[in-house]
């Protein structure tokens, strides 16, 4: 019995030493000061899909959604199709003594948050909306548009 309870001490050590993360993309909307809609959507590599609504959603609360084993390979495909990977990680206010990628700078918009954790890499692009005028701006709205779209959010958080 000694040897049993060893055995699996060991066994259960060794796989929390060497974890490996899921390979997972998400998409969040951040709310503004009225009422723009406010979610965030995980799309695991294995189908699982989870939605949170926090405001101004069809429907709010957090959810397992239907698994759809192909979406997350899809949204892969979509990333690699728009070369994800080359826009810059910050679309918004710069700090100060940064140069802001933003011609123009309005207020009381939301943020659209799209990150990518696939082997072992994180890519993160957040998208202040009140950021107008920047390289590639058409580009990464129609992408957040498609992913919308190809994720089927519309039922969940409205249009």
């Known amino acids: 019995m000694k ?6 001490s060991f ?18 909307t951040t709310a503004c000061f009225g009422t723009c809609p406010a979610y965030r959507v995980n799309v695991f590599s294995d189908g699982v899909i989870v939605y949170s609504g926090e405001a101004h959603t069809e429907l709010e609360g957090t959810y397992r959604l239907p698994d759809n084993p192909e979406l997350f ?12 990977y080359k826009f810059r990680d910050d679309y918004g206010w710069a700090g100060e003594g940064e140069e802001s ?4 700078e309005w207020t009381d918009h939301p943020s659209t948050v799209l990150s990518l954790q696939f082997a072992g ?3 993160t692009v957040h998208h202040y909306h009140g950021c107008k005028g920047f390289d590639r701006e058409q580009e990464l709205e129609a ?17």
């Open 143 to 159: 992408l957040e548009k498609t992913l919308f779209e190809l994720i089927g959010l519309s039922g969940y958080v409205g249009t």
């Open 101 to 104: 990628p933003c011609s123009e």
């Open 73 to 84: 390979q899809r949204i892969l495909r979509l990333l690699d199709e728009n070369s994800f």
């Open 121 to 123: 890499n994180i890519k």
């Open 11 to 28: 066994i259960s050590t060794g796989l929390l030493a060497n974890p490996s993360p899921a390979d997972v993309f998400s998409m969040e």
């Open 3 to 8: 040897y049993v309870i060893f055995l699996l």
